[in-house]
């Protein structure tokens, strides 16, 4: 069997505050594979992008606790040292970041910021090199008038040619993985298609890996081939993506596919809004995380109240739930 470009084992990240302890990752492990896309979702808080930012190295800190392994081609990525994960990040492994107006420095033109990018990567690289390679970038992710917008700063650009801005920063090194965190959040649809297929481009050239955070299931349905479902900092669902949206063995999948409007609903049909909220993850509930808002609960006996469910095999896919297997691997229309 082939080696899995990443590889994450029993990921946990703790941050340490005044009220206690947040549980933001709990036993997180998955793979991926060479030229593959990987979906993660969830609602805000499950852990999403903590787990991306473990894997970059980017919560490190006096408050925060990291545990596990992340093997990226066999190197320990939480073990390094800080110079080889310098080499890597960003070259090796690149991150698209949620939030455009924070990830660029104000200071410097967009320009400038593109080329370094490249620069710290590939030093000796001629100004003019630099130059046509921002020019390049800038127009595969397209923004109009290159030449122009080249000069100029972040607040002379709108939310969404930022996060396009930040897009040609973590794909103008051809990384081998690439952490694409809401990356399509603030454009608009054209803008959006653009932007995968420019992803579908690199990763065909080059082999690239990607692992996609989002809550658009649109775009999870379009664009991947196995999705990862968490809550409350824990895995509750591994699926393919055929697999996650005909049959999910889940509770908290089938309410966030119940969510979103079909092409083949009736219009005049209300979406099914999952009840309750999120877990503190300061003060995590006993038993299953999500009993408090699942519609099965009360008809196990309390057991989703008392125990963990761990990760188990159901059919092709893996869920974290007490629910009898013919329940869970049964159609979603046919058990909803």
């Known amino acids: 069997m082939n080696t899995p470009l990443l590889s994450v084992r029993d990921l946990h990240v703790n941050f340490g505050t005044s009220e206690g302890d947040v549980q933001a990752v709990r036993g997180v492990s998955f793979d991926i594979d060479r030229g593959e896309t990987l979906a993660i979702v969830g609602e805000s808080g499950s852990g999403k992008s903590v787990t991306a930012s473990a894997i970059m190295r980017l919560n490190f800190g006096a408050d925060i606790r990291v545990s596990g392994s992340a093997l990226f081609e066999g190197k320990d990525i939480l073990s390094m040292g800080e110079e080889e994960v310098r080499k890597m990040r960003g070259s090796d492994v690149a991150m698209i970041f949620q939030d455009p107006l924070t990830a660029l420095n104000p200071f410097y033109t967009v320009g400038n910021q593109i080329s370094e990018a490249y620069t710290i990567h590939h030093p000796g690289t001629s100004k003019k090199e630099l130059r046509a390679l921002a020019l390049d970038a800038i127009e595969k992710v397209g923004i109009p008038e290159p030449v122009k917008r080249i000069k100029q700063y972040p607040h002379e650009f709108s939310g969404g040619m930022r996060q396009r801005i930040v897009i040609a920063m973590a794909l103008i090194n051809q990384p081998k993985l690439l952490i694409a965190d809401e990356p399509t959040t603030a ?9 995968l297929e420019l992803i579908g481009v690199m990763q065909e050239e080059n082999g690239t890996a990607v692992i996609l955070i989002t809550h658009d299931l649109g775009v999870v349905a379009e664009v991947t081939e196995r999705v990862l479902v968490m809550y409350a900092g824990r895995l509750v669902e591994k699926a393919s993506v055929i697999d996650a949206f005909a049959s999910p ?11 979103v409007k079909s092409l083949d609903s009736d219009r005049h049909s209300r979406l099914e809004p999952i009840p309750g909220i999120p877990p503190s993850l300061i003060d995590l509930p006993t038993g299953c995380p999500f009993h408090s808002r699942c519609r099965y609960a009360a008809s196990l006996n309390g057991r989703c109240s008392t125990e963990v469910p761990e990760l188990k095999a159901v059919g092709n896919s893996w869920s974290a739930c007490h629910l009898p297997v013919d329940l869970l691997a049964a159609p979603i229309k046919e058990s909803l």
């Not at 454009?187 to 959006?192: G, S």
């Not at 063995?249 to 969510?259: C, E, Q």
């Open 187 to 195: 454009l608009d649809v054209t803008v959006q298609a653009q932007i």
């Open 249 to 259: 063995t889940h509770p908290y999948t089938r309410g966030l596919l119940n969510s």
